[in-house]
């Protein structure tokens, strides 16, 4: 069951930085974006690698405090917890 969950967020990490770049793309081309509400929910549910890699590779959401202070916070949140959830296991 444990190797479901992580393969689970290995995927929706990947999706979410795909997703960034995704919306990178689409605002450089003037398209219709994705909006910020499902970029930081998808960090939120556990993409929040992914999304962090994202914002890095794709340069974007950079300059927007939700996003450049918000996503690091999730990131630290998300790992204190695995490092909760692995002090608490053994």
Partial sequence: MAQVFWI???ILNVV?????????????????RIPESTL???????GSVGAYLGMKVWHH?????KFSLGVPA?????????????NSSS
Wanted: without cysteine; proline residues 0%.
């Fill in 8 to 10: 689970g967020i290995l």
């Fill in 16 to 32: 979410t930085f795909f997703v960034y770049g995704i919306d990178k793309f689409k605002a450089k081309k003037s398209l219709w």
């Fill in 40 to 46: 930081l929910i998808l960090a939120a549910l556990g």
């Fill in 61 to 65: 959401k950079t300059l927007h405090k």
């Fill in 74 to 86: 999730i990131l630290l949140l998300h790992l204190a917890l695995l490092v909760y959830i692995m």
